[in-house]
């Protein structure tokens, strides 16, 4: 392939050759850290060096339990984040589907949609408690009303041309909603799940700023407050690193469920 061809739009490249530019952006970010912290242009205090956070995040596995407050961050957030699904799919589907239900919900859901989750932790709080159901609460309302517009738009998305064919063929209404509207939204309500699956990381902090003793969250907070910024940066590296392999698992499940899509074949 030329280097003219590579930046035609809606050209596709060689696996090899996405996988290679995806590793070469990496390792720049890579070298501009080790420059800026090595070569002392930002002091460790504010960007410790790579090697010191390869340190940090031993010390943190080895003798802070790190691994327990992953575990505590992934619990919270695939709740949330799964108990938001399984209401905003079927909602979402429903109103993508039914100019009466989108009528009845997309405007209420995008009012609340603008209102940050973190407004509301004094609520949660107020009526669930601090326990693990505040934090779960968080998640949820952070994803949960965008997830149901995505979902919303997908089903909406759906060819017009496809719902009349079958009308002519005499399928009838629920016919049409099983076998034409269902089966054409389902590769984009996956994709929007994995969107909002990320979404639902952000706000990890937020949730877990609240009489947590475990989490991700948690042990940032408490990081900043003694100034351990190597303890700051090995927690969102193990974040990202978390949604890496979340982002790799859904891309993986669409290239097995729909192949059709031309997603899942590259990283």
């Known amino acids: 392939m030329t280097l003219r061809k590579l930046f035609l739009p809606k050209v596709d490249i060689s ?103 973190s407004a509301f932790i004094p609520l949660f709080i107020l009526w669930l408690g601090i326990g693990e159901s505040e934090k779960i609460a968080v998640i949820f309302f952070g994803t949960f009303f965008q997830m149901t517009l995505m979902v919303m738009d997908v089903t ?15 399928v009838s209404p629920r016919g049409v909603f099983r076998r034409i509207i269902l089966p054409a939204s389902l590769p984009g309500i996956l994709d929007t799940l994995r969107i909002t699956f990320g979404w639902a990381w952000t706000y990890l902090v937020v949730a877990e700023i609240v009489a947590a003793g475990s989490g991700l969250g948690h042990m940032i907070m408490q990081s900043q407050r003694f100034l351990k910024t190597s303890h700051i940066i090995v927690g969102i590296i193990v974040i990202g690193v978390i949604g890496i392999l979340i982002d790799i698992f859904f891309k993986w499940l669409q290239g097995r469920l729909f192949p059709w899509t031309g997603k899942g074949g590259t990283v």
């Open 15 to 117: 696996p090899q050759l996405y996988l290679s530019l995806s590793i070469v952006s990496f390792v720049v970010l890579f070298l501009l850290w080790a420059v800026l912290t090595y070569g002392g242009i930002v002091p460790p205090l504010f960007l410790p060096a790579p090697d010191q956070v390869a340190e940090n995040a031993l010390l943190l596995f080895r003798e802070f339990d790190l691994t327990q407050d992953i575990l505590a961050s992934m619990f919270r957030v695939t709740a949330g984040f799964l108990l938001a699904a399984l209401i905003a799919v079927p909602l979402g589907i429903l109103m993508g589907s039914l100019k009466v239900c989108e009528a009845a919900f997309e405007p209420i859901l995008g009012f609340i949609r603008y209102m940050p989750a």
């Open 156 to 170: 909406k998305n759906v060819s017009s041309d496809l719902i009349d064919t079958a009308y002519t063929l005499g």
